[in-house]
């Protein structure tokens, strides 16, 4: 098992910047791909990044690319997403999940096995 928390949330202004933090504790870190999800009041849980288990290979939602960054650093078993010129419809809880190498690549919310407790981000106009 693995565990996740969130860190990084606030409220700032549209086109402001957020760095989010995802400390693991547990199995080794470098055993899972991670993912970044986030949840607007009302919708879906969505997909926004991942990163494979070595940091080699990334994958974005249409919408955040050229403004977010999703990194890792495996020696301190923490995951990061820098989120830029954020937009109020940027507004929403953020999670980060962990899934088997494996699946890296797949956006599903059912292939990411363990998730944190969320962190929220809310962007004012």
């Known amino acids: 098992q693995v565990q996740l928390v969130e860190s990084g949330g606030g409220l700032v202004q549209a086109g402001g910047s957020l760095r989010l933090s995802c400390a693991a504790s547990?199995?080794?870190?470098?055993?899972?791909?991670m993912g970044w999800f986030r949840q607007a009041p009302g919708k879906e849980r969505e997909f926004v990044a991942a990163?494979?288990?070595?940091?080699?290979?990334?994958d974005y939602l249409d919408s955040v690319k050229g403004r977010f960054t999703i990194s890792r650093d495996n020696a301190k078993a923490t995951m990061y997403l820098q989120v830029n010129n954020l937009k109020p419809e940027d507004t929403a809880v953020y999670y980060c999940?962990?899934?088997?190498?494996?699946?890296?690549?797949?956006?599903?919310?059912?292939?990411?096995?363990?998730w944190g407790q969320g962190t929220q981000v809310t962007v004012s106009s």
């Open positions: 999940a962990a899934q088997p190498r494996s699946l890296y690549g797949t956006r599903w919310v059912r292939d990411f096995n363990y």
């Open positions: 547990g199995r080794t870190f470098s055993s899972y791909a």
């Open positions: 990163i494979n288990w070595s940091g080699s290979s990334t």
